[in-house]
């Protein structure tokens, strides 16, 4: 193997697996903050306005891909390897869903709707152990392809650019892709380009 996307690729999914995401300063968050910070100065109930924000916030992370794929070999390689490890969510995914299993096998319900709520984004008080598992596995099998496979495939295909391009979408699309009166018009942008991108 020589091509150094595909070294980087292959050593930013290692270090997925050995190490998880990192414990604070995540760069996935970070962006998240900056996606924020944009929406709160250019939000306005419209497609346009919507369009405008996901371009003012993605232009930097796409500026650090675009940089990061014209590095020469090694330097290329390294830095997709670091940029394909922040972006991963394998491990730590992964965790989470035996943590529930765990929970639900010595038949501690309660804790098992507790901690099924970081793989979930509705509320669990009522949920039956079966509907716990389910929802674990469902958002395990949702989120695997949202925060490995794609990020994978895109990077195969794009380099770190690619990287870059999938995870910021796929986190614009989480933050803001919603059927509210908030965000129907202003995050269509969000959601067609993960849309797109996910296909």
Excluded at 54 to 65: I, N, Q, S
Excluded at 66 to 84: D, F, K, S
Excluded at 147 to 171: D, E, K, Q, Y
């Amino acid at each position: 193997m020589s091509d150094p996307v595909a070294i980087g690729l292959f050593l930013g999914w290692a270090s997925d697996r050995a190490l998880g995401d990192p414990r604070r300063g995540h760069p996935v968050a970070l962006f998240g903050t900056w996606a924020g910070w944009v929406e709160t100065r250019t939000h306005r109930d419209s497609r346009a306005a919507g369009v405008l924000t996901e371009a003012l916030v993605l232009a930097p992370p796409l500026a650090l891909g675009v940089a990061a794929t014209r590095l020469p070999g090694p330097a290329r390689a390294l830095a997709t390897a670091a940029l394909t490890w922040a972006a991963l969510g394998g491990t730590s995914l992964g965790r989470e869903g035996l943590a529930v299993h765990d929970l639900l096998a010595s038949d501690d319900l309660p804790g098992a709707r507790t901690r099924v709520r970081n793989l979930v984004g509705r509320v669990t008080d009522d949920l039956t152990a079966d509907e716990v598992a389910r929802a674990a596995v469902e958002s395990v099998a949702e989120n695997t392809s949202d925060a490995v496979v794609g990020t994978l495939v895109w990077g195969a295909a794009l380099g770190p650019l690619g990287v870059v391009l999938h995870r910021t979408a796929n986190t614009l699309d989480a933050m803001h892709g919603h059927r509210t009166a908030r965000y129907t018009r202003f995050g269509w942008a969000a959601a067609r380009l993960d849309d797109l991108l996910g296909w």
